[in-house]
Every structure is written in structure tokens, then in C-alpha cells.
């Protein structure tokens, strides 16, 4: 009888535990529902911005000249101004720098980027850049004294329109450019001087216009937040332009008009800038 009564008290023992167990799990708290977390977004470059840069220009060639000839006149046609040092065996040609500049801007533009990394835009920028440079005539000096000056002026302003090309990396574009440019070019070549060494001729020969060019480069440009963006970038200025500067004579270069061709070849551009983007769309990555 012992061992049946051990038996059921085990048995006893094994369906209190369970139920005990069973009741246990019954009371445990639901699991709370938890939301899932919304998808990541997407960098898209699409939309119109304002943007300003500041940077510098530089030369990349010197101008080339020569020293002025008549037109005809008093003087017969190809006379050089300062001859006899200048002749037709040297040609009279000499060159000079215009140095470099500082320049500073804005721009105003528009992205356009679809489901691909591939990123098209147009963009218009302008402000400030004036290069400078002048030089003696070189040919003036041996007999003249020097009394020859010739200078050219880049600026004081410029601009230009710009398709644009580029690929992102979410926040990170790279891009290509090219456009039309404008700018003032302006040169003179003048003799003002006739007493002491000077010769005895005189002369105002200006010559420039509002000039139209092609434009390339590209850049980096970095998006920091949904609307602001940095960048640098590289934009060459081909001016590539030979026109003429021209003046009558005076004093003893009275009855003439000399004239002198002036040749610029192109500016380096460098800039660093800040953009607005004020309608910049956001795109969920599903």
C-alpha cells in the first residue's frame, strides 16, 4: 500500500507543477506591438538654388601685341610707330601679363535627377574679376625713352550660362560644364610724352568690346543638409580674342592712324561656393 500511495503522491507532485506552469504563462504580459522603423531616404539633387562663391582668376598666356603701324596717311601704310627699332624684320611684337584677380559671385540654377545617379542641370553665374597688366613698348626705349605704354583690362565684370552634367553618390556630385561666357576686354596703347628723351610724336590708340566666349569646367559639390550644399570648381574662360586698337596720330605722328593688334588667349577660373536649394524633393528607398 506504501509503494501505490509514493506512486500517486509523484503523479500528484508532476500535475501541480504543470498546472502551476500553465498558469504562470497565462499571466505573463503580451508582448507590446512595436511600430517598424521608416525607410531610409533618399539624396535627390533635383530642384532650383541660389547660390555665392569667391575665388581667383589667373592668365593663362600672356597677351601678345605689337608695336603700332599707320593705316596710310603721312605715313605710309605698316609705318611703324616707333620706328626704326621696330621693323618688319622683328615685327615689332612684344607680350605682357595681366597677372591675376580675385574673383566673387553668384549663381542661379537647376537640377534635374531621376531614378538613376545621373544628374542633368542648367546654371547662370556672374560677378566681379578684373585682371590688369601694362607694359613699356619695348621698342620705345632705345631712342624714345620709354615713352610707349601698352595695357589691357579684363572686367571689371563677367558671366555665364551653363549646361551642367554630373553623377551622384547620394549626397556627393561630381560634374562637368560648359556654356557661353561674356566679359569686358579693354586695351590701350599710348604715347602722351614729347619733352626730354621723349619722341616727338603722340598717340591713343584704345581698342575692346563686350566679348562672348565659350566656358568649360566642372566640380565637386557636397551635400551637408537637405538644402545646403558646398562645392568647388574649375571653370576656364575662353576668350581666345584678337581684335584691333587704333588712334590718330599727334604732334609728329600727325596724318596717320596706327593701329595695333592685341591677342588673349583664355582665364583660368577657381572657385569655392555655397548653394540653396529651396525645392528639394525627398525620396523613400523602398
Not at 94 to 116: K, R
Not at 184 to 202: K, P, Y
Request: neutral net charge; glycine residues 18%.
Amino acid at each position: 500500500m506504501n509503494k501505490h500511495f509514493g506512486w500517486a503522491l509523484a503523479a500528484a507532485s508532476l500535475l501541480s507543477i504543470g498546472i502551476s506552469g500553465t498558469a504562470s504563462a497565462a499571466d505573463l504580459a503580451a508582448r507590446p506591438y512595436t511600430k517598424a522603423p521608416p525607410p531610409p531616404v533618399a539624396f535627390n539633387w533635383s530642384g532650383c538654388y541660389l547660390g555665392a562663391y569667391v575665388g581667383g582668376a589667373t592668365q593663362s598666356r600672356n597677351v601678345r601685341t605689337a608695336d603700332p603701324t599707320s593705316t596710310g596717311g603721312t605715313f605710309p601704310a605698316g609705318t611703324f610707330y616707333n620706328s626704326p627699332t621696330a621693323t618688319a624684320a622683328n615685327g615689332g611684337l612684344f607680350d605682357y601679363g595681366v597677372g591675376s584677380s580675385a574673383i566673387g559671385g553668384g549663381t542661379l540654377g537647376c537640377n534635374w535627377q531621376g531614378a538613376s545617379p545621373w544628374v542633368v542641370g542648367i546654371e547662370g553665374e556672374g560677378g566681379y574679376m578684373r585682371l590688369t597688366g601694362s607694359t613699356v613698348d619695348p621698342y620705345s626705349i632705345p631712342l624714345l625713352g620709354g615713352d610707349t605704354t601698352a595695357s589691357t583690362r579684363i572686367g571689371d565684370w563677367y558671366a555665364s550660362v551653363s549646361g551642367r552634367v554630373g553623377y551622384a553618390w547620394d549626397r556627393v556630385l561630381v560634374y562637368g560644364k560648359g556654356g557661353v561666357g561674356f566679359a569686358e576686354i579693354r586695351s590701350s596703347i599710348v604715347d602722351t610724352c614729347t619733352t626730354g628723351a621723349c619722341g616727338g610724336g603722340l598717340l591713343t590708340a584704345t581698342g575692346g568690346r563686350n566679348q562672348a566666349f565659350w566656358v568649360a569646367g566642372g566640380g565637386l559639390e557636397y551635400a551637408f543638409d537637405r538644402s545646403w550644399s558646398v562645392k568647388g570648381e574649375y571653370l576656364f574662360l575662353g576668350i581666345d580674342k584678337t581684335y584691333a586698337v587704333c588712334g590718330p596720330g599727334a604732334a609728329a605722328a600727325t596724318g596717320s592712324t596706327f593701329c595695333s593688334n592685341h591677342n588673349i588667349e583664355g582665364i583660368h577660373t577657381f572657385k569655392v561656393g555655397v548653394n540653396y536649394r529651396f525645392n528639394t524633393p525627398l525620396v523613400a528607398k523602398y
